[in-house]
């Protein structure tokens, strides 16, 4: 089970940057081409620098530390938040307000220090690991469209 995150891990280690300078990202325009995660293409929103996408609950006490977009075959959301709650009460939270949003949780496993999440909606799909780092805990948030 832990072989099916490496992909997950590696993408999160080497696959965030800094995000783009730039206004609101259409990301429809962008994104002509089959979704990745199987079944029809989600129509991704347009959203500000920073800005996650309306169904994605945000933790009333996240900080936004790294955040960029993707365009390739699809759209993919990277982001980075800190979060002063217990790793535990964070992945408990997101376990929740995902599934109140319509998610389905499709994969949860638990490793020593870290706390992996794999959600899915029609088109898009959504992958959270939950970790404590230096006195906060941090999620690395990838969705893809």
């Not at 099916?4 to 259409?26: F, K, Y």
């Not at 990745?36 to 530390?65: C, V, W, Y």
């Not at 994969?107 to 959270?128: H, M, N, Q, V, Y």
């Amino acid at each position: 089970m832990v072989r099916n995150w490496i992909p997950v891990l590696a993408l999160l280690v080497w696959g965030c940057s800094d995000a783009p300078e730039s206004e609101p990202v259409d990301m429809a325009e962008k994104s002509a081409v089959e979704p990745r995660h199987g079944g029809q293409m989600a129509e991704p929103p347009t959203l500000a620098k920073n800005e996650f996408p309306p169904d994605f609950p945000a933790h009333p006490s996240a900080e936004i530390s790294e955040f960029a977009y993707e365009m390739g075959e699809g759209v993919t959301l990277k982001a980075t938040v800190k979060i002063d709650e217990a790793a535990e009460q964070v992945s408990r939270f997101y376990r929740y307000e995902m599934e109140s949003q319509g998610w389905k949780l499709n994969a949860s496993e638990k490793i020593p220090g870290l706390d992996l999440l794999s959600f899915t909606k029609p088109g898009r799909a959504t992958s959270l690991t939950i970790e404590p780092v230096d006195g906060v805990t941090q999620v690395e948030v990838e969705m893809f469209w």
